[in-house]
């Protein structure tokens, strides 16, 4: 496996595989990695002729009181990981080689990034629109892998795509739970013993409104309600927002009438988890 640092040695990895007439793959990470970031990386595995991926901690995508500091970092179990899975190539860069000195150009993916998570973290999806970007140019991928539990950045990124004329096949992969429905997260090392047993409030409360939705409820507000009534009865916790929206636009609906992004976060004491279920389509 090719551990490359700067950009010229990804362009001259991906000529060889142009070269060979082979499809390139990318997982984008940052690391602290875990089944659901190898499960990406066995689908993409299993599509392409090589398989890449990026480990890069994006200090762009973080806020002024978000934990950048203390995201974990687990670079040589991640390289373990990926070598394992056949991954051909790996991009470790430093902040450095993604924003070089007089970094000025940023995207801005403007409707879709404002609702939900890009209401509370106010340009953290123009963070992740411009290192995406970047990494697609740098690779050239014919296709991306991306996880369906961050559901707002994957309609970020489609919508980048699309606008953009990237010649990239977006693919994203079903969320990776644990036995309980928690889904995985590289900040669920933050729970503590109690907050970790409390969590999988997420997931009941997702499947409470599925529930209420295929027994024929269509009125959002109701589904939104059943959410509340869900996590209301777990005391650690603190739902930040609650949500059932076109899964395209990510507009909140009145009424359900077409694919539906039912989503939610919620915070366990400094933890704050997010998770979601698509109603009527897949």
């Given amino acids: 496996m090719n551990v490359l640092t700067t950009a010229d040695e990804v362009r001259a990895f991906r000529t060889g595989v142009g070269g060979a007439g082979g499809t390139l793959g990318l997982v984008p990470t940052m690391g602290a990695l875990h089944a659901g970031h190898l499960s990406l990386v066995a689908r993409a595995r299993s599509e392409n ?3 890449a991926a990026s480990i890069f901690v994006n200090p762009a995508q973080f806020g002024e009181n978000e934990d950048l500091a203390a995201y974990p970092r687990t670079p040589e179990n991640d390289l373990r990981h990926l070598e394992s899975l056949g991954v051909d190539a790996v991009w470790t860069p430093s902040p450095g080689d993604v924003y070089p000195p007089g970094f000025q150009t940023f995207i801005t993916v403007e409707e ?3 609702p939900l998570e890009g209401a509370r973290r106010p ?3 123009r963070g992740v629109a411009t290192v995406v970007a970047k990494l697609f140019n740098v690779f050239e991928p014919d296709r991306a892998y991306f996880g369906q539990k961050d559901a707002q950045q994957v309609a970020v990124i489609r919508r980048m795509v699309a606008d953009l004329s990237f010649p990239v096949d977006v693919v994203v992969c079903p969320i990776v739970r644990e036995a309980d429905g928690l889904a995985l997260s590289s900040r669920n090392v933050y729970l503590s013993p109690g907050e970790r047993r409390a969590a999988p409030v997420l997931r009941r409360a997702l499947l409470a409104a599925r529930a209420a939705f295929e027994s024929g409820e269509r009125d959002a507000g109701r589904l939104r309600a059943v959410l509340n009534e869900t996590l209301a009865g777990e005391p650690l916790a603190r739902p930040d927002y609650v949500s ?3 899964a395209v636009t990510l507009l909140e609906l009145e009424r359900v009438a077409g694919p539906a992004l039912v989503s939610l976060a919620v915070r366990f004491g400094g933890t704050r988890l997010i998770d979601n279920v698509v ?3 897949t």
Avoid: E, K
């Fill in 279 to 281: 109603l009527g389509g």
């Fill in 112 to 114: 879709v990034s404002a």
């Fill in 49 to 51: 002729d090589r398989v």
């Fill in 123 to 125: 340009g953290h999806f």
């Fill in 244 to 246: 059932v929206a076109d």
